[in-house]
Each structure stands twice: as C-alpha cells, then as structure tokens.
C-alpha cells in the first residue's frame, strides 16, 4: 500500500468516526422513526373532524309517500312550493353539521337537476317552470354558508332503459357523475348506496372506474360505500357503530351490495387500509318525509350522537325536507339540541 492510499484511509476512518459520534450526541440527526402504515389521507382526516352532516332524502317519493320509487312517476307530481335549500343549510350549520348530502338521484332515477342525459329530472317537472335546479340552489347555499356539499347519486335506476346493460348504463352514470362533478364547485363527498331490490336486472358496476373518475374530477372528495375507498357503511341504518370501532379496514373482504355487517361495525386491527365508518340514520323511521311520521326524541339522538361519534364514527343524520320544500318545524328542534 502507498503513503498516499495509507493516509487516505485514515482520514476516511477519522470521517466516519466523527460523523458517528455527531450523530449520537446530536438527536436532530437521528433518522425519523419508520412510519405506522396505513394512514389517513388529508380528505379523511378533514371529514372525520367533521364529526356530523346532514343527509337530505327528497324527490318524487316526498310527494307519493313512498320509500323506493317505481321511476314510473309522473314528473309533474314534483312541485315543491316553497323550496329553500338556505332553510336546509341554515339548519344544518345551526345545528353543528360540517356538511350537507342530497340524493340527487335516488333508486326511482329522478334526477335533481337537469341532466342531459335523461328527460326524467326537475326539467320535467313543473316546479319553477321546468327551469329549476335543485342541486344548484343548495350548491349555492351550502358555498353561501360556509359548510361542505356531498352529492348521492344512486347507482340503481328503475327508469332508465338501459339499465341491465353493463356498457351502457355504466357510460350513462359516469356522465351523470361527471356532470354532478363538474358544474356545483368543491364537492367533499359522493355517496354510492349499494342498494338494489332482489328480483332487479344482473348487471355489474365498474365501481373502480367510477372511483377513478371521481378522484380525477373532484380530488378532495371522500367516497362512500359499502367498502369505501375513503368511508365505509357501518353495515346497518341505526346510526350506531361497534363498541370498538377500528378505521383499519380490508376492502377486499367486503363486497358491495353484500356487506358483512359485524366486519363493517368494527373493523379490523390488522386492516391494511384506512377507511372509517359513517353511520347513516334518519331522523324519522323512513328516509323521506311522511306526514304521518314523528322525528326521534332528543334523548335518543343524544346516545346515537355518542355511540356513533363517540366510537370512532361519523354521524350521517337524515332530516328530509317535506313536500313543501322545507325542512319541517317538528325536526328543526331536535338535531341541534344535545
């Protein structure tokens, strides 16, 4: 070995030496611990802090007291008066609710705006003359008054033709989506209800592709369904979640439209996903307004609000405006009041 290779090994050893003991003594120059995988995304993280929002089921069925429409329904039977999506808001924010969700398409396939897709919407209705739009006017309130806007839009259609055909009604849906997406502003969550009645037409959803699109056209947006990718259903419609409620999740042990419901109401600790659970319940026994029902009692909101919030759940409360298009007096006084 030369002199010069001699010496430049020792500076080497000297180097590494000191650099060992730098960084021994100095704790700022530790690496950062390996992280807890998996983690919430910034999207989730805001929802959940949102602890509450207002779901608001309302279309034909408000007005032929139904649950499940036929998409038989005459449009003309949809003429709501009075309607004032800033009554809705005000409520909500009042209330504490981080956000609002509207079906503006339930399983009767009536839609709340103007689609160009379909002539089965407001535009067919005599409410403001056929020019109205519902998701509009919320849309607007909901920016107005600083709370957050989430759009159902049901994957189930019992108007639409080509429901039954996988191509193309799976085109049609993605083009209402993109619609929904792409005309109202920030959008902070698309619900997918995976209900479908037992003897409907087999066809198959492309749920990822639909997943895809909503992420592309509305980055910040949580998706729900029945296994997420962002918020799962708790896996019943009593607003309650598991004693121990766990946010990691598998996805792939759940299929949609065919839940587990004690693996949805709890979770999994060794999950290789993050996505938490939403509790939907109405406040009234059906989803929309029936003159002849009565909203739930404060005390038994109270311990739904604590076994839902207060077990590592969002609380999704149903208040459905009434025929009128408001949301009645007798619900107001009630999801506020703790």
């Excluded at 779901?55 to 429409?69: A, Q, R």
């Excluded at 404060?298 to 739904?304: N, Y």
């Excluded at 149903?318 to 009645?328: A, D, F, H, K, T």
Aim: include cysteine; glycine fraction near 8%.
């Amino acid at each position: 070995m030369s002199h010069s290779q001699m010496i430049l090994l020792i500076l080497l050893s000297l180097l590494s030496s000191l650099s060992s003991s730098s960084s021994s003594s100095n704790p700022f120059l530790k690496p950062p611990p390996i992280p807890i995988l998996p983690l919430p995304s910034a999207s989730q993280l805001q929802w959940q802090l949102g602890h509450m929002a207002l779901f608001l089921h309302f279309g034909p069925n408000t007005f032929t007291d139904s649950e499940w429409g036929t998409g038989r329904v005459d449009p003309y039977i949809f003429d709501p008066y009075n309607l004032d999506p800033s009554q809705w808001v005000r409520v909500a924010k009042e209330s504490g609710f981080s956000r609002v969700i509207l079906t503006a398409k339930h399983h009767d396939g009536f839609c709340l705006w103007p689609s160009k897709y379909t002539d089965y919407s407001v535009r067919s209705s005599p409410w403001r003359n056929g020019t109205g739009d519902v998701v509009a006017e919320l849309a607007k309130a909901a920016m107005d008054a600083g709370i957050g806007l989430g759009l159902y839009l049901s994957p189930w259609d019992r108007h639409e033709a080509c429901y039954g055909k996988t191509l193309d009604y799976n085109e049609f849906y993605m083009g209402q989506m993109t619609e929904l997406l792409t005309r109202y502003g920030d959008i902070k969550e698309v619900w997918l209800d995976g209900a479908k009645g037992e003897e409907e037409k087999d066809m198959e959803y492309f749920f990822d592709t639909w997943f895809s699109l909503i992420h592309q056209l509305q980055p910040g947006a949580v998706i729900f369904s029945d296994a997420g990718p962002d918020t799962r259903w708790i896996g019943d419609e009593a607003g309650v979640g598991g004693s121990t409620c766990w946010s990691l999740f598998n996805r792939s042990a759940v299929k949609i439209g065919d839940t587990n419901a004690k693996y949805a109401m709890e979770g999994d600790p060794l999950g290789h996903e993050w996505v938490p659970a939403e509790c939907d319940v109405s406040i009234r026994p059906g989803w929309f307004w029936h003159a002849s029902e009565v909203p739930k009692s404060a005390r038994t909101l109270l311990d739904i609000y604590y076994k839902s919030v207060g077990r590592n759940c969002l609380l999704l409360l149903n208040v459905p405006p009434n025929s009128s298009g408001l949301i009645s007096a007798e619900d107001i006084q009630y999801p506020g009041r703790k």
